[in-house]
C-alpha cells in the first residue's frame, strides 16, 4: 500500500505569514545596510565590466607612478585608455604623438606610459620607439609591437589616480582598513548599543506655570 504524500500547497495564511516576516527583515536596519552594499558592489562590477568592453582592453583605468610623463601626465593622474588598436593605428611624432601604453618589452607585468615617437615598418612587422617626455636622453632602449601595445590614453583626470597608489602601499592599506573599521563602529556597533542603554521613559507629571495667570 502506498503511503500518500502531502502535496497540499501552502495556505493563504501562510503565504501571509511569510511575507509579513520578510517585510520585517528589510525593515532591519542591518539587512538593509548589507542590500546597499550589495547594490554598490554590483554596480562597481558592472561598471568595471562594462568600461573593459566598451575602451576594448583589460586596463581601462590606470593611475600614473611615475614623473616622467610630466608636465603632460603628473603622479597621481588617472588616465583612460583606448584598447583595440595596434600599431598602425598609432600616430608617432615627437612632442605630438599619441601617448600609449604597453607591456615593457622583456617585462609583461609592467605596464609605461610613454608618448610614441617613431614608427617602423607596417603591419604584423611594425613597431614603435617611445620616449618620456620628461625624460631628457634620446628614445627607449626598446622596441614596441602590436603583442606589446595596450592602447592609447584618451583622456586624463588630474589627482583621482592618487587613491589606488595609495592602497598599493602598506601605510596606505592599513588606512583603508582602519576608515573600514571606523565606518562599521559608527554604522553598526555605536548605535546598538546607544540602543540597550536608552533610559525608559519616565511616567511622572511634569508641572508648567501659567504665566498669564500671575
Not at 582602519?178 to 533610559?199: D, G, R, T, Y
Request: hydrophobic share 40%; glycine share 6%.
Amino acid at each position: 500500500m502506498r503511503q500518500a504524500t502531502n502535496t497540499a500547497k501552502p495556505s493563504l495564511k501562510q503565504e501571509v505569514n511569510r511575507m509579513s516576516k520578510l517585510k520585517d527583515a528589510l525593515k532591519n536596519e542591518y539587512v538593509k545596510s548589507l542590500i546597499l552594499l550589495a547594490i554598490i558592489l554590483c554596480s562597481i562590477v558592472a561598471f568595471w565590466f562594462g568600461l573593459k568592453t566598451y575602451l576594448r582592453t583589460d586596463y581601462p583605468l590606470l593611475a600614473v607612478a611615475s614623473g616622467s610623463m610630466i608636465p603632460t601626465l603628473n603622479v597621481g593622474d588617472l588616465i583612460i585608455v583606448q584598447g583595440g588598436l595596434n600599431v598602425d593605428d598609432i600616430v608617432a611624432e615627437y612632442e605630438t604623438g599619441d601617448v600609449i601604453v604597453f607591456h615593457k618589452p622583456r617585462n609583461s607585468d609592467e605596464l609605461i606610459v610613454h608618448r610614441a615617437v617613431e614608427k617602423h615598418g607596417s603591419g604584423d612587422i611594425a613597431f614603435l620607439k617611445t620616449k618620456g617626455d620628461n625624460n631628457p636622453s634620446g628614445t627607449d632602449p626598446w622596441e614596441v609591437d602590436n603583442t606589446d601595445l595596450v592602447g592609447k590614453v584618451v583622456w586624463s583626470i588630474p589627482y583621482l589616480g592618487q587613491i589606488p597608489l595609495l592602497v598599493r602601499t602598506p601605510t596606505g592599506m592599513s588606512i583603508i582598513v582602519i576608515l573600514i573599521v571606523i565606518l562599521i563602529l559608527l554604522e553598526f556597533v555605536i548605535p546598538s548599543s546607544k540602543e540597550k542603554k536608552k533610559p525608559e521613559q519616565s511616567t511622572e507629571e511634569t508641572d508648567v506655570l501659567n504665566i498669564g495667570s500671575l
